[in-house]
């Protein structure tokens, strides 16, 4: 059973930085991908941030390019998602996904088949 977990999630101030991590159960090596979703409320779910972990190709949404940062540690398991420059509106519930199945290449957008829990954080002064 793969579980992915989800932390670094809090309240940061506009313009602030912060730091998640996604940890799995096992190795990544097994993964095409794993990515970073997010949900605010109303909205619908969308993929901020992927990785390729075989390559470390990248993909970011429109709205996070230039402030987020995503990275893996494959022998750590974990992937991170480094976010600066936070803005209101990147509040929301985020989610770790890892896609073992989909083998979609990074660059045209995340998928995932596995899930985490999601961590909340927001973004307020």
């Known amino acids: 059973q793969v579980q992915l977990v989800e932390s670094g999630g809090g309240l940061v101030q506009p313009g602030g930085s912060l730091r998640l991590s996604c940890t799995a159960s096992?190795?990544?090596?097994?993964?095409?991908?794993i990515a970073w979703f997010r949900q605010a409320p109303g909205k619908e779910r969308e993929g901020v941030s992927c990785i390729s972990i075989s390559d470390g190709s990248t993909y970011y949404t429109d709205s996070v390019k230039g402030r987020f940062t995503i990275s893996r540690d494959n022998a750590k398991n974990t992937v991170y998602l480094q976010m600066n420059s936070l803005k209101p509106e990147d509040t929301a519930v985020y989610y770790c996904?890892?896609?073992?199945?989909?083998?979609?290449?990074?660059?045209?957008?995340?998928?995932?088949?596995?899930w985490g829990q999601g961590t909340q954080f927001t973004v307020s002064s």
């Open positions: 096992g190795s990544t090596t097994g993964y095409y991908s």
């Open positions: 996904a890892a896609d073992s199945i989909f083998g979609k290449v990074v660059v045209n957008g995340c998928a995932g088949n596995y």
